[in-house]
């Protein structure tokens, strides 16, 4: 990574010995779209607020663009942030609202006049610049709070959850656009949300948070396929869990007793080492389900159907593998007109099957 | 249907006496007070002014309604300009005893002004050597109504979104900027309402008056030596019914501002 826009080294925030995040140390690089993600209360807005100096940390700091901020209040900082109630000043006019933050910058009139024009055109909302607030839609206000901060020209936008209250729809039309700003401006933007769909749709890299530690930090795809805890794993999509025992590792590939006598396979990660309990976690649609015992495959579990339900583009399945676990649930694509029917049949005998390259081997 | 109809009935009645309980004595004042009569009793007997023309000429009434003026304007000023820092250290700090330190301020709300009269002014006069004046009345007013605009302050400023004062730091604004850009305009309908508040409750108050005025009278004192001469009630009357009157066109002038200040068009930053 080149020299990183934002650098949060051992940040804490520390309430006696309760800690709203604790110690995260990650760069984000010049013109990334990160997200934190996580469920409510994991801290994640609480280090946004922290990057935007409207709170301040216990221990560490932060280094923006090479700066280090300490306890810099916001207005001395290059941040700007898009609130998640939009905070538009009702007592004034859209245009005023966008001018707001231009007037401190000791514009002349003509320049911010020019200036909250272009930004009311790059948001859409030309002809609205008279209007308040409470006379514009949440998608428009939403844009409006978009266009103030980012006409002040920040190094790095904060987004607190930006489209938590809009509807469906408006949401994700709202995504697209806020993606295309994003590349068009090339600005850092740091984006929270508890949402994971939106997340790995729109960003370059998202760090997972959970009780104020920041659990991982990867693309999309790595931490859908590659998950490092169970936690990660199953906080994004869905996840089936085997828990069992590592009996061998040979050539990559460990072997994990998950049942007595029952083995799977599933590629070794570092560290791993006969002997230790582990998990191995396989996605929903990395299994398949078929009605006779396969022959040949990486990892054969037989078990019983519990639950079918047709979803149109798939079917999804639950089986039950062993007294005492929780169900497998498993994703079906109806690639062809009819699958297995005989599957969906509750009590029917089925065998589930995956390669070792499906199944991740994670802690316990 | 029948009994609802019937209790609506009863309900409408019992309005009906409240509102006349409430206000035919405020509007007979003004009746009152055009009666060319010195007695104040029915039948009337005739319309006169002479009794608004004494207000002209009784200079001692006079200097009683500009002595509660005066204290009272300093008195709401003040008042609002206390209950600000405290609503705003209230709502937005995290104070430590900060429970404690509200209940402390709230507290002259319930004593009675006669045990703070008597005190303060055993204090005033033995432990400070402090001579009595209207400025002992208008500290004593301060104190009664503090409580009443942290009251109001608080309200408004739980009232509004904390985000706005925040995205004004975020745009660039120091705290005292923040304070007087946004702050400032979205706690005026309540700074309006604690200047009025203020205003009326100094500018009525008796006991802490009676108490701590020194040579000069405010008019309530004034009001209430008045009533043991018969023949200066009229006076007093006609006095009364102008005072209704200005109130009437504050609280509509405050009315007018307050809605202004939420559909306002015309408040500029540029």
């Not at chain 1, 990574?1 to 010049?30: C, Q």
């Not at chain 1, 939403?142 to 938590?164: N, S, T, Y």
């Not at chain 1, 560290?271 to 990892?299: H, L, M, Y």
């Amino acid at each position: 990574m080149a020299a990183p826009m934002i650098s949060l080294k051992s940040v804490s925030k520390r309430f006696g010995t309760f800690a709203a995040v604790d110690s995260a140390s990650f760069d984000i690089a010049p013109g990334e779209f990160f997200s934190l993600l996580g469920p409510s209360g994991c801290g994640k807005t609480t280090l946004l607020r922290m990057i935007g100096g409207f709170e301040r940390q216990t221990e560490g700091d932060i280094l923006i663009d090479g700066e280090a901020m300490g306890i810099r209040p916001p207005n001395q900082r290059p941040t700007n942030m898009v609130f998640q109630s939009y905070a538009i000043f009702p007592h004034l006019d859209i245009a005023e609202n966008i001018a707001y933050g231009l007037i401190n910058r000791g514009l002349d009139k003509a320049s911010i006049a020019k200036k909250v024009a272009q930004a009311l055109d790059m948001v859409r909302l030309s002809g609205l610049g008279n209007r308040r607030a409470n006379q514009i839609s949440g998608g428009q206000r939403q844009r409006v709070a978009l266009a103030r901060a980012i006409v002040c020209e920040p190094k790095v936008l904060l987004l607190d959850e930006p489209l938590g209250a809009l509807d469906k729809k408006l949401r994700e039309e709202m995504q697209i656009e806020l993606r295309q700003l994003q590349k068009s401006l090339g600005i850092t933007f740091i984006f929270v949300t508890h949402d994971q769909e939106e997340a790995l749709s729109l960003s370059d890299r998202i760090a997972v948070m959970a009780r104020g530690q920041v659990l991982q930090i990867d693309t999309a795809a790595a931490l859908y396929e590659r998950p490092n805890c169970r936690e990660v794993a199953g906080f994004i999509g869905n996840m089936n869990f085997f828990e069992g025992r590592i009996v061998s590792i040979a050539g990559g590939v460990a072997a994990i007793e998950i049942a007595p006598g029952q083995h799977v396979r599933v590629p070794a990660t570092n560290g791993a080492a006969p002997g230790e309990t582990a998990i191995v976690a396989v996605r929903p649609e990395k299994i398949d389900a078929v009605a006779t015992a396969p022959q040949g495959s990486d990892n054969v579990v037989s078990g019983r159907a519990l639950a079918g339900s047709y979803l149109g583009d798939r079917s999804l399945l639950l089986a039950d593998w062993r007294e005492g676990t929780a169900p497998i649930s498993v994703s079906l694509q109806n690639r062809r007109s009819a699958v297995d029917a005989d599957i969906f049949t509750k009590d029917a005998e089925l065998w589930l099957t995956w390669p070792i390259e499906a199944g991740v081997l994670l802690k316990n | 249907m029948e009994s609802l109809r019937k209790h609506f009935n009863l309900l409408s009645l019992f309005a009906v006496l409240y509102l006349a309980f409430l206000y035919v004595p405020v509007l007979l004042l003004p009746l009152f007070s055009f009666n060319d009569n010195i007695y104040v009793t029915l039948p009337f007997k005739g319309f006169t002014l002479k009794w608004y023309e004494n207000l002209m000429a009784n200079s001692a009434l006079q200097a009683a309604l500009w002595a509660s003026v005066k204290v009272g304007v300093g008195v709401s000023i003040g008042s609002t300009f206390f209950g600000l820092l405290a609503a705003r250290a209230m709502t937005r700090y995290r104070i430590p005893f900060r429970r404690g330190i509200y209940a402390l301020i709230m507290l002259p709300l319930v004593i009675p002004y006669m045990v703070i009269g008597v005190s303060t002014l055993v204090i005033l006069r033995r432990g400070l050597d402090v001579d009595l004046s209207l400025w002992t009345v208008g500290a004593s007013h301060v104190l009664i109504t503090v409580p009443l605009s942290m009251l109001v302050l608080i309200a408004r400023m739980e009232g509004f979104d904390r985000s706005l004062e925040e995205a004004s730091r975020d745009l660039g604004d120091s705290a005292w900027q923040s304070f007087r850009r946004v702050t400032l305009p979205l706690v005026m309908p309540g700074i309006v309402s604690s200047l009025l508040l203020c205003f009326i409750t100094s500018f009525d108050e008796y006991l802490l008056a009676f108490f701590l005025a020194g040579s000069e009278a405010t008019l309530p004192i004034f009001i209430f030596s008045s009533l043991r001469f018969p023949s200066k009630i009229p006076d007093v009357l006609a006095l009364g019914s102008l005072i209704l009157m200005v109130s009437i066109v504050l609280v509509v002038f405050a009315e007018w501002l307050r809605r202004r200040g939420v559909s306002g068009s015309d408040s500029s930053v540029l």
